[in-house]
């Protein structure tokens, strides 16, 4: 049916408001979708995820700082045997001599065969120094020894706190594994291939992660705030070329977007859309294989990308959510961060 001019006119009306509309939402870089609002897992899994990153990072930390120390040990072992070897000789000769007397006839050459007061101090002074140089290569020689035992019992607290460690990292693993059982489980291909490296959060003296507030304002659209953590990450993020859409802060819901420690970076230039596709795959899949290789760097807690998870320890694990690209993640990265 025709359609009359004022009927015309209000659809042109409609159809150029509309246009407006989706002109300003990719000239403000907003999303073309809503933003996700669930990311298909569930409070006790988002509980389990945290507890063991935390878990792993700690262990990790504990053990490269334990096998920086055992490097230190060993070369400081190292350096205390040559010096034994070498006090050995040095004590082999002064006992060889005192056998053998000769220390002996050399004080009393000094002492006896010159008669001149001035003469006598000096065969004393020699007398004395010789005395203190033996008795000094045998302290020095006990010192080393005693010191050689000592960073060997140093070397052995070293070896039990690594394997302490190695103990700790397995049951996380374990952990993550059993977690990520109700989300799919199976380990699967991830995402990997040549990626810039990031730049290190700052870390604690003793290696570990500090604990942080959401004290940031949210330099992306969602209106909220990001830990320091966060913020690096985004930043570092985007000095590696990934530009595109992201929405951090939410106020509800699992995970840690309320925390301000979750970001979920868009596949499509556009925003938050379908499941991607072509190039916008290939962003999600670069991104992911990203995030990963700088994990510990940065403090990544998990990612999950087109329906599989990374955790640290069990590297990439299968992830299924309701169906939708929003808990499927099929059309946007999700970051997690300690």
């Known amino acids: 049916m025709a359609l009359t001019g004022p009927q015309r006119t209000r659809r042109m009306s409609v159809v150029v408001t509309v246009l407006a509309t989706v002109i300003a939402i990719f000239a403000a870089g907003s999303p073309a979708y809503a933003d996700p609002d ?13 507890q063991v990153a935390f878990g792993y990072y700690d262990a990790r930390a504990k053990l490269q700082a334990s096998q920086i120390r055992q490097a230190e040990l060993t070369k400081r072992l190292r350096e205390v045997e040559i010096t034994i070897v070498r006090l050995d000789a040095q004590v082999s000769l002064v006992a060889a001599a005192r056998y053998k007397g000769s220390h002996l006839g050399l004080l009393n050459g000094l002492l006896v065969q010159h008669s001149s007061p001035n003469q006598m101090l000096q065969g004393a002074a020699v007398a004395e120094y010789l005395i203190w140089r033996d008795d000094d290569a045998l302290h020095r020689l006990a010192a080393a020894r005693s010191e050689a035992r000592t960073t060997q019992e140093k070397l052995a607290e070293e070896i039990k706190i690594q394997q302490q460690q190695f103990v700790e990292l397995d049951k ?9 059982a109700a989300v799919g489980g199976m380990v699967s291909a991830g995402y990997t291939g040549p990626v810039p490296d990031a730049q290190p959060a700052p870390r604690t003296a003793n290696g570990g992660w500090p604990s942080e507030r959401c004290t940031i304002s949210d330099p992306t659209p969602a209106s909220g705030c990001v830990t320091p953590r966060m913020f690096h990450f985004l930043n570092e993020a985007r000095l590696a070329g990934f530009t595109r859409f ?9 995970y840690e977007h309320p925390k301000g420690r979750a970001c ?75």
């Open 172 to 180: 996380q693993k374990r952990a993550a594994e059993s977690a990520l």
């Open 38 to 50: 669930d990311e298909g897992g569930s409070d006790a899994l988002a509980q389990k995820l945290e």
């Open 246 to 254: 992201v929405s951090c802060y939410r106020s509800g819901g699992p």
């Open 264 to 338: 979920d970076f868009a596949a499509a230039k556009s925003g938050f859309s379908t499941a991607a596709t072509g190039d916008d795959r290939n962003y999600g899949n670069r991104l992911a294989a990203w995030s990963v290789r700088n994990a510990e760097a940065l403090g990544v807690m998990y990612v999950i990308w087109y329906r599989q998870v990374w955790v640290p320890g069990v590297g990439w694990h299968a992830y299924r959510g309701r169906g939708d690209p929003s808990s499927e993640h099929t059309n946007h990265v999700h970051v997690s961060m300690l």
